[in-house]
């Protein structure tokens, strides 16, 4: 008999690693198809990520290519999270945007709202 090969649920190890702030968020990500584990769509949550893996997701206005290094065992502090992968996205430049057409004031209630379900609809679809 060959030994299972160590793995932790793909959601749990999102939300361990500090990409989302729940594991319901992982899960909703996860069964959207938009997470490529090695490569290849997923959808089921209790799918196991193992060290090695390579994961690819948008997360907000960016797409995030992680190698899985650990497991880990808790969901420790922002430090101890970092540690259990290697980000392989190269560096980018942060654009600068600005939630105004002018750019020259404070933006209005109305265009704060826009530009919220902007990023919302970005990060949805």
């Given at each position: 008999m060959s030994e299972a090969q160590p793995g932790l649920r793909i959601d749990k190890w999102l939300w361990q690693a500090r990409f989302f702030k729940t594991r319901s968020l992982a899960a909703k990500l996860v069964q959207s198809g938009k997470l490529r584990?090695?490569?290849?769509?997923?959808?089921?949550?209790?799918?196991?990520?193992?060290?090695?893996?390579?994961?690819?997701?948008?997360?907000?206005?960016?797409?995030?290519?992680?190698?899985?290094?650990?497991?880990?065992?808790?969901?420790g502090p922002a430090p101890e999270a970092q540690m259990l992968y290697r980000d392989l996205a190269p560096p980018q430049q942060k654009a600068s945007y600005s939630a105004s057409p002018k750019g020259d004031h404070k933006p209005t209630a109305q265009e704060r709202r826009a530009l919220k379900k902007f990023k919302h609809d970005l990060e949805n679809n």
């Open positions: 584990l090695n490569g290849n769509s997923i959808s089921k949550p209790a799918r196991n990520v193992s060290p090695g893996d390579v994961l690819t997701f948008p997360k907000m206005l960016e797409t995030k290519v992680i190698e899985v290094r650990d497991l880990g065992t808790r969901r």
